[in-house]
């Protein structure tokens, strides 16, 4: 947002790449994303990313799927329109 002005809106993405078995070509298996807004994110506290908890991410509109025990599981992406 500090380097793009005018962007107000932000969708982030994390995805792992994974074999598939049956056709032996790599896939690109999204596991979260989220959605934020410049306002949204102007509150966020990130001068320390690196103890962020990824739960604190919860408080924006977001997509995951993940067991009792944490374990991310593949999620269907965000259209891009």
């Given amino acids: 947002f500090i380097t793009l002005p005018a962007l ?12 598939d078995k049956t ?11 989220f959605k934020g807004d410049r306002d949204g994110f102007n509150r966020s506290y990130f001068q320390a990313l690196d103890r962020l908890n990824p ?20 999620i269907e992406p965000y259209s891009r329109v």
């Avoid at 056709?23 to 994303?33: G, M, S, V």
């Avoid at 408080?59 to 599981?73: P, Q, S």
């Fill in 55 to 74: 739960a604190a991410l919860s408080v924006y509109a977001h997509r995951r799927n993940m067991t009792a025990t944490g374990v991310f599981k593949v």
């Fill in 8 to 19: 107000q809106k932000v969708i982030v993405s994390g995805y792992c790449q994974q074999l």
């Fill in 23 to 33: 056709t032996w070509r790599i896939n690109d298996d999204y596991l979260f994303r």
